[in-house]
C-alpha cells in the first residue's frame, strides 16, 4: 500500500452470516442524547457525513442531534494545545464508548463495599493502589548450579 492513501482507514469487516450483505450497514439502533460519550468511527460503507480523518477513532461528547447527523465535541491537537472542534457527523459513524464502563463499574464496587463496611461499623479504604513489589526469594547455590555461558560464534558460510 503506498503512504499516500488512506485505503484501511476507513474499511470495516462484515459479518460472515451474510447480513449487511451489501454493504450498507443496518440503522443505528442506538439513540444518542446531548451529553453521551461517543467514539468517532468513520464507516466506509457511508460516504455522507464521514468525518475528517483526523477525528477518526477520537471520543467525544454529543451536544447536537439532528434527523440523521450526530454533533459532537472533540479535541484536535494543534501544535503545542489541544483546540475544541465541533464535528458533525452521520450516526452511522458513530457509536457509544466504553471509555467509562470501567470507571462505573469500580463506582458501585465501592459503593456496595462502602455500604458493607458501615454496617459493619469499620471503615474501608477504597482507592487503587499501584502493583507492590514481589516478595523476596532465596536462591540455593548449593542444589542450583550457576553455568557459565558462551556466545555462538558467527558462521559466515551460506
Do not use: C, W
Not at 459503593?111 to 516478595?135: D, I, N, S, W, Y
Not at 542450583?144 to 551460506?158: F, L, M, R
Amino acid at each position: 500500500m503506498r503512504p499516500e492513501t488512506n485505503y484501511p482507514l476507513y474499511s470495516i469487516r462484515f459479518s460472515e452470516d451474510g447480513s449487511n450483505a451489501d454493504g450498507f450497514p443496518s440503522l443505528p439502533t442506538f439513540e444518542h442524547t446531548v451529553g453521551d460519550i461517543v467514539d468517532v468511527v468513520a464507516n466506509g460503507a457511508v460516504q455522507k457525513g464521514m468525518p475528517f480523518k483526523v477525528f477518526h477513532g477520537k471520543t467525544g461528547v454529543v451536544y447536537n442531534v439532528t434527523k440523521s447527523a450526530v454533533g459532537v465535541i472533540l479535541y484536535k491537537r494543534v501544535g503545542n494545545r489541544y483546540m475544541e472542534k465541533r464535528v458533525n457527523v452521520r450516526a452511522e459513524h458513530i457509536r457509544a464508548s466504553r471509555s467509562r464502563d470501567d470507571f462505573l463499574r469500580r463506582v458501585k464496587e465501592n459503593a456496595a463495599k462502602q455500604r458493607e463496611a458501615k454496617a459493619k461499623g469499620e471503615t474501608m479504604f477504597l482507592k487503587r493502589q499501584p502493583a507492590m513489589p514481589r516478595g523476596e526469594r532465596t536462591v540455593d547455590v548449593k542444589t542450583n548450579k550457576p553455568e557459565s555461558i558462551a556466545p555462538v560464534a558467527y558462521d559466515t558460510s551460506i
